[in-house]
């Protein structure tokens, strides 16, 4: 049983000055894939399931109770954590599911109910073991609401952390959701002064968007969780692409999305390896 709870991994990684790798599980071979690259690079991961995507499944069960038991079977520290939660009764479910962690995203409220919705929200999953991260200056880029120039303000941030008691801080410091090229630049000056300011580990989102060495750069400035959905994304469909392409014959599923899981378990180990330094 390697389900884990984030907060001894997250707090070793900060005072490591390494990061630890968050990758989103869409379909039940994203969860086999990322938990197999893991265990490629011997190193701890977070299986993370959107709102979004518990959405597409018709809810969070049966993708979260698929999750869960990839990650009681791993031979590596595996976090299950609900990605962007702006539902508060998803959190419940997740909860009650057995998540070892949520995000309550509560970046397009205002500061005060995100503020007070947060240390709410805190409250319930403190009580039942369960960490939580919170959103501070909205990362843009989801479901279409760019928000370039955003950046999160670090004597806020610390105040915010101060009054909700949350477990880890999604900071906007220059990147944004779903980018399909490598383009964007972290405010390196921001991460070392949120990191110097706010005493929980930093989480960076839409980091498929920055390429290796920015990776690199970002985590050494002081992000201590690194989110990756998109990169992952796009090796998969490349794979089943060409696979497809290739053989027009073909109709079993497990065909393609053998290779596309073998491919995203590659490029998981390796961006672990390349976030932990
Ligand atoms: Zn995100």
Redesign the pocket.
């Known amino acids: 049983m390697t389900l884990s709870d984030p907060r001894p991994l997250l707090a070793a990684a900060r005072s490591g000055g390494y990061a630890i790798g968050a990758f989103n599980v869409i379909q039940i071979e994203h969860a086999e894939a990322i938990v197999a690259g893991a265990e490629q690079a011997g190193l701890p991961v977070v299986l993370q399931v959107s709102e979004n995507t518990a959405a597409f499944h018709r809810g969070l069960a049966g993708i979260g109770a698929a999750s869960l038991a990839i990650a009681a079977a791993a031979t590596v520290p595996v976090v299950v954590h609900l990605?962007?939660a702006e539902s508060e009764d998803l959190i419940d479910q997740a909860v009650a599911l057995g998540f070892t962690s949520v995000m309550f995203d509560g970046a397009k409220l205002d500061y005060a109910d995100n503020q007070a919705r947060t240390a709410d929200v805190v409250a319930r999953c403190h009580a039942a073991g369960v960490a939580v991260e919170a959103e501070l200056g909205e990362?843009g880029g989801?479901d279409g609401a760019h928000a370039p120039g955003v950046r999160t303000d670090p004597i806020e941030a610390a105040a915010f952390v101060a009054a909700t008691g949350v477990d880890s801080l999604?900071v906007a410091v220059g990147t944004s959701?779903a980018m399909a090229n490598r383009s964007a630049q972290v405010d390196l000056e921001l991460v070392r002064s949120l990191r110097a300011g706010v005493p929980v580990p930093l989480v960076l989102?839409?980091s498929s968007g920055v390429d290796d060495p920015g990776l690199v750069t970002a985590v050494r400035a002081g992000m201590t969780k690194v989110?990756i959905a998109t990169r992952l994304n796009q090796v998969m469909t490349a794979v089943v692409r060409e696979v497809l392409a290739e053989n027009p014959g073909v109709t079993d599923p497990r065909k393609y999305l053998g290779p596309g899981r073998d491919a995203v378990a590659n490029e998981v180990a390796l961006l672990l390896r390349l976030l932990r330094g």
């Open positions: 990605d962007h990362v989801k999604a959701h989102h839409g989110n």
